[in-house]
């Protein structure tokens, strides 16, 4: 019975022997799961500490550029407020392994994430974008309809600037503005274009200061924003704007005075002359006709004065900060000086300051100006007559007791063409060409 016996207890201690194998084995899968859960969840853990920490830096990013910087801690807290969380299902976790057997292999550390480029440090003409402004010396020829015209140095100042917290002036709804225009003695010119274009700065640092300023303008007015659209990287504003101010000369009248021989009796241009001012030399002089007329502007207390509302379109362009703005504006209103020195009927304007398409790609050197200025009365014109007098030798003078003086305002429509530089980014382009700020631009 014994022998009998034996095979079987070998068979049961053999059983209990492998069952305990089984037992470990199972034990063993058990623990690398758990060790495998527990990587897969550390994974997790990190992925989302690094989307947050990379959201982080975004915002702080946003928030300089928009010129309100809020400073990053140095280690950034899932449950910051600060901070945007990723749902967990938007972290793909890797499949896990098939389970074996065999130890568990360690977990793979994740692959730390790339460093995000640094933006650029803004230009100086970003920081200074709250306001827009030309000082512009050049060249320019003025005169009125039929009438001979004067070629002058001029100086041309313009800025405009934001009302409100804005930090472009093309983002402010109502802006600002002021406009000087001071001109010069009349030039004589009479070289070639290329050699006057060439010899400009040597002439208009040979100008003699009781020459500088002989006539100016001055306006100022406020512009309400329409419209901005933009194309492509270019933004126009169309706004309508109201101006007042007044224009004038700075010397007294007898300066600017033209004498003239009378014409002699039973001569063709007699009648007309005494048609046109006959009347007017009989009340200075009693009835008799003097030798010689002169002619000069009215003397007046003030300057003559102005003022209009219209619209004006300004076009700045985004990837050229330094470049000034192009402006084209249309105004109509009243001119004393168009309009023989009183305030009656209306006198369209029209003024457009381009600057040339020149320069660096940021608008740097972009200095060269063309301009044009036009005033219209808008009235039926009347007919002149044609009178062709003979000028007076210069030892006559407008004092003299054979002169009689004559002041009329004028009426006729006035016009101003030219070319200038500007100042304003010539210099910035300098300054900052020099210091090397904005040389990736």
Do not use: C
């Not at 007309?272 to 007329?293: H, K, S």
């Amino acid at each position: 019975m014994a022998k009998q016996l034996r095979p079987l207890v070998a068979f049961l201690a053999a059983m209990t022997v492998h069952g305990q194998s089984i037992d470990a084995a199972a034990a063993k899968v058990r623990e690398a799961e758990a060790a495998l859960r527990e990587a897969q969840e550390s994974y997790r853990k990190a992925l989302l500490e690094q989307a947050a920490a990379l959201r982080a830096q975004a915002d702080a990013i946003e928030a300089k550029a928009r010129g309100a910087v809020t400073p990053v801690a140095g280690n950034v807290s899932v449950g910051a407020p600060s901070v945007r969380i990723l749902p967990v299902a938007a972290v793909a976790a890797p499949a896990p392994a098939p389970v074996s057997a065999a130890a568990p292999q360690p977990p793979v550390p994740p692959t730390p994430a790339p460093t995000p480029a640094q933006p650029k440090p803004p230009l100086d003409a970003d920081k200074e974008g709250e306001w827009e402004a030309r000082a512009v010396l050049g060249f320019h020829q003025a005169g009125a309809s039929s009438a001979e015209s004067s070629q002058n140095y001029f100086f041309d100042f313009y800025i405009m600037r934001g009302l409100g917290n804005h930090a472009k002036v093309y983002d402010s709804r109502v802006n600002v503005w002021g406009n000087v225009r001071i001109a010069s003695a009349p030039q004589q010119v009479d070289s070639s274009v290329a050699n006057f274009v060439a010899n400009f700065s040597t002439g208009a640092g040979g100008l003699k200061v009781n020459e500088l300023a002989q006539s100016g303008e001055f306006l100022t007015g406020l512009g309400l924003r329409l419209k901005n659209w933009k194309q492509g990287d270019r933004i126009r504003m169309l706004e309508t704007v109201g101006y007042w101010g007044a224009n004038g000369a700075f010397s007294e009248p007898g300066t600017r005075s033209q004498i003239y021989k009378v014409p002699a009796a039973g001569t063709p241009q007699r009648g007309v002359f005494e048609r046109n001012f006959g009347e007017d030399i009989r009340r200075l002089t009693g009835g008799a006709i003097p030798e010689y007329v002169g002619f000069v502007p009215p003397d007046r207390e003030r300057f003559y004065r102005q003022y209009g509302f219209g619209m004006r379109l300004s076009t700045f362009e985004l990837n050229r900060p330094y470049s000034p703005p192009a402006t084209y504006m249309f105004t109509l209103g009243r001119d004393q000086l168009i309009t023989e020195g009183v305030y009656k009927d209306v006198v369209a304007r029209a003024d457009v300051f381009y600057p040339l398409p020149l320069g660096k790609e940021d608008g740097r050197f972009k200095f060269l100006f063309l301009f044009g200025t036009a005033n219209l009365r808008l009235t039926k014109p009347k007919p002149l007559d044609v009178i062709a007098l003979e000028p007076a030798g210069s030892a006559v003078q407008l004092y003299s007791p054979t002169v009689a003086v004559i002041s009329r305002p004028s009426s006729r429509d006035t016009y101003r063409i030219g070319m200038g530089v500007d100042f304003v980014n010539l210099l910035n382009s300098w300054r900052v060409t020099r210091s090397g700020a904005g040389a990736t631009r």
